[in-house]
């Protein structure tokens, strides 16, 4: 018995940008190659218990050693970035997307040393990284970034809202700049609001000294709840991973299977 976790849809989605690795020997013999559908599945039971690579289960058909080199060769390759683009697209041309009021945050999070690691001030400087992400008013998740736990929060603006890809809109031409934005104090510069204005975004940044920070939850909730999204992938509760193309690609899996079950509700909302 084969395990599948990645779903028939999600799947045909996968093959659009997984890169081609069937490789015929010419002499012929040798052993069967493992598919990538079950390579797939064992990568999303890593993302969502947080196993070690050793711990995955032979249910799956492949060894661990084989999923983990093709999670590294498609790490490499970007393809979460591209199947997370893909998912986009697909919530932008049905209008899932909500662009008029979008937000910005991070989480800090324990890490192994490797690149993109940082003393933790909010955890008596041990090593941690940070995620760094924007959503839509919904929660979707619609730019990704990591970096040191000593990075502040204000440097990953500009970085995260270039980030945002062209995403289809059910009318009119692709989209990549948000209406609005929802930042806390920590994105209070003026530098920052002025850089969004030339960008065409309006800033919502909490006003240090002026704003509440009690009152933020009211438009920033989506982001907040996205973050505890994060965490029920277990592979991101802790960083476990030295290299950092390999912790971003666990973030960009997540990302992807967020959207996704947003994509996989309205398909069956849309055939009854």
């Not at 661990?64 to 986009?88: G, P």
């Not at 990549?176 to 850089?195: E, I, N, T």
């Not at 999204?229 to 802790?238: F, H, S, V």
């Amino acid at each position: 018995m084969v395990v599948r976790l990645a779903p028939d849809e999600l799947w045909v989605v996968f093959r659009r940008v997984v890169p081609p690795t069937e490789v015929i020997r010419p002499q012929g013999g040798g052993r069967r190659r493992a598919g990538d559908r079950e390579s797939l599945d064992a990568i999303i039971f890593v993302a969502t218990s947080g196993s070690a690579w050793r711990q995955v289960p032979p249910v799956f058909g492949p060894s661990w050693q084989t999923v983990y080199r093709r999670f590294a060769r498609w790490s490499r390759d970007r393809v979460w970035a591209r199947l997370h683009r893909v998912i986009l697209d697909e919530l932008g041309a049905r209008g899932e997307l909500d662009w008029s009021r979008c937000a910005i945050d991070s989480v800090s999070l324990r890490a192994a040393k490797g690149p993109l690691t940082g003393p933790n001030p909010t955890d008596r400087g041990k090593s941690g990284s940070k995620i760094h992400l924007i959503t839509d008013r919904n929660g979707l998740p619609l730019s990704l970034g990591i970096s040191g736990a000593d990075m502040h929060d204000s440097q990953g603006l500009e970085p995260l809202v270039c980030g945002i890809p062209p995403i289809r809109s059910r009318r009119g031409p692709r989209r990549r700049r948000p209406a609005k934005l929802r930042a806390d104090k920590g994105y209070d510069y003026g530098h920052l609001r002025r850089w969004l204005r030339e960008c065409g975004s309006r800033h919502r940044n909490a006003r240090k000294g002026v704003e509440s920070s009690q009152r933020l939850g009211r438009h920033r909730w989506g982001v907040e709840r996205t973050v505890s999204w994060l965490a029920g992938y277990r592979r991101l509760r802790r960083r476990y991973e030295r290299k950092a193309e390999h912790f971003l690609a666990f973030v960009g899996i997540a990302a992807a299977l967020i959207g996704y079950r947003r994509l996989a509700n309205e398909l069956v909302h849309g055939r009854r």
